[in-house]
């Protein structure tokens, strides 16, 4: 009998219950069907081992022969694939790391820098650029569209969320709190349990998001992870002051509760985001700036300051992938318009912010509650609200609405801020 | 053919019923209407299949054997696995033994399984008889009768005889090559104390088994589909890989004589 081996491994006494089979079995993951591989070693064992391994694999078993003092044993590579792939791997392309850094923006290389217009639901949870087998089941991810997921920047954002993660528990300096006038610090208390929980939708609605979203647009979903670990923090945060200086938590209105439930009721992605993160962070920053500028301690002061920075990632990210999406999809813009009057009618009952945090707004900027000072705290609340309007518009136009249209829709922008 | 073609199944394992309703929605997508029958033991199947209740059996090698008898030889074979063919029965010994060869089991301990397993008691016994070793006489034999009724299809007692001659309770012993080669694969074979010493010739195992040779063309249409089952298609694959094949493949009935002598030499049916 004569053979044409076209590989030959030298397995010296190794038996196949020692690792012999890992070996064969990647030595014939690199022939084609037909190809044979010799396997040339000193364990009598194996004559009796690799026929019924072959049979079971459904590889030829061709017989073993005496080859210079020892044995030569001979598979034939079945037709049967392994996993049912369609394609080649990448390999072979390093991935460019500058300073010791390997930015995410970097990780484009091969299969996984090939992001399309549709994601395929039975590419699941493997990493983009996996070889996905045939046959996986379909998961039910229903923002699959580029147009909806896909923001150029998210990578860039991701990076600066995760260099910019602090630490709640030690990075506010509690140690500086004194006890504080009681109607301020009653404000105080008002104002943290308000933020906590506008801050509790901005968590829930980007992690609903996060299990909805294809995890091929793995930036956008990343980038959202990053959201709602900021959120968790803030949230942290704003109750740990409330609870910290005598005071505790304060009311929470029902007009509030339904501002923020219609957050999390949206069934859309980019409405969602835009009315959560462009216009409802976006006027937030506004009143985080307030509390920072008008906080009677460093506590409150380094508080509003770190949430804030975080929160102006969360409102770029948004008008950045909002951008994206209105430049390819031509009706979005009047899907927006529609996503606000919708919410302005549903949430028609809500007449105004809930009354205690808009005292409290003004105690606050007033330093208290002496008469003397009020009217300086009113004037600080008034010129907040124009403030917040003119941003919104502002923003509102950055990403293409027209003037007039702008100014009314942020006019129909819920009382409640978020 | 009749309205619903039933096909008898012994079911050793739950996954039997997985496997099933799998064969069955295939055959339902190829428009032809199949059903399966559950039964507990191989006796209970060959009564159905001769007493016209299933249509066919998928049948152990020992089943099909033993319908041929009863129909005198008239039977009919429609199909089996890749895996079906070129099946051999390994002796292994312990490592520490001195057991170099069927000579050497002379006088010693042997671990054999079920006494209804083709592949772990009937064929070794039948093939150590043919090379000399009369168990009967020239061994003491520890049997593992596990699961009887299911002609060793549970593989159960195959796991006690490894273990009986890896622990040394047995100086050697007798499996299917198919459990040994999942054992090997699964990592659960301790090479230094067990290693196998003797390989027999190679013989058939399961096939579809039908009462009648004619039955063969009657359902013909039944064995094309099931044939043009695709390890490639990830439905038929899931199918496939419980069943443990690859390819469905036409019967090679040479497969069988080893067999129908040792239920002979044994006087296995009497």
Known sequence: MTFNSSTSIDAQNLSAADGLLVLITRALDKLKPGEVLEIVSDNPSLEHDLPAWSRLMAHRWLGTIPKDGRRSHRIEKGSVLRVLIDRELDWGQRAGIKDGRFDTRDWLLGHAAQIRERAEPSDGFAPRGAAVERGSPDFSFDVLDRNQAWSESAAEFYEQATAGHWDGSRDIPWSALRPLDEELERAICQLMTFLAENEYSALYVPAKWIARIHPHFAETVLFLSTQVRDEARHIEVFVKRALANGGGLQFSSASTQASLKSLLDQEDFIQASFLLSVLGEGTFLDLLRYIEAHAPEPVTREIARRTRIDETRHVHFALDHIRHALRSDGTLKAKLHQAITDRASLLSGVKGLNPLVEESLVILAAGGLSSGRLPSGMKARRQLYETMHENRIRRLISIGFPDREAEDLSELHTPNFM | ?270
């Not at chain 2, 299911?150 to 459990?179: C, F, M, P, R």
């Not at chain 2, 390989?199 to 039908?210: A, D, E, I, R």
């Open chain 2, 1 to 270: 053919m009749p309205d619903v073609i039933k096909v008898g199944v012994v079911a050793y394992d739950p996954k039997v019923v997985t496997i099933w309703e799998g064969i069955k929605d295939y055959f339902t997508a190829n428009r032809i209407a199949m059903d399966f029958v559950l039964f507990s033991n191989y006796d209970a199947q060959v009564d159905a299949l001769l007493d016209g209740w299933i249509d066919i059996a998928w049948n152990t090698n020992l089943a099909y054997v033993k319908v041929h008898r009863r129909t005198d030889g008239r039977c009919g074979v429609l199909a089996m696995r890749d895996t079906d063919v070129g099946f051999t029965s390994k002796i292994i010994a312990g490592a520490e033994t001195g057991i170099e060869s069927i000579r050497d089991l002379k006088g010693k301990r042997f671990a054999l399984g079920s006494r209804d397993s083709g592949q772990a008691a009937i064929l070794p016994a039948y093939f150590l008889k043919q090379n000399g070793i009369d168990p009967a006489k020239d061994l003491t034999t520890i049997r593992f009768d596990l699961d009887v009724g299911k002609h060793g299809d549970t593989g159960t007692s195959e796991v006690e005889v490894l273990n009986a001659v890896t622990t040394g309770e047995a100086h050697a012993g007798a499996i299917g090559d198919q459990y040994w080669a999942r054992a090997l694969a699964e990592n659960v074979v301790h090479s230094s104390k067990v290693r196998p010493i003797w390989t027999s010739p190679g013989y058939c195992h399961c096939n579809f088994t039908v009462r009648a040779k004619e039955d063969e063309q009657r359902f013909t249409r039944w064995t094309d589909v099931l044939l043009a089952m695709d390890y490639n298609k990830p439905a038929d694959r899931k199918i496939m890989d419980m069943e443990g094949l690859k390819r469905w493949i036409r019967p090679q009935m040479d497969g069988y004589r080893a067999l129908f002598e040792a239920v002979d030499d044994l006087q296995f049916f009497n």
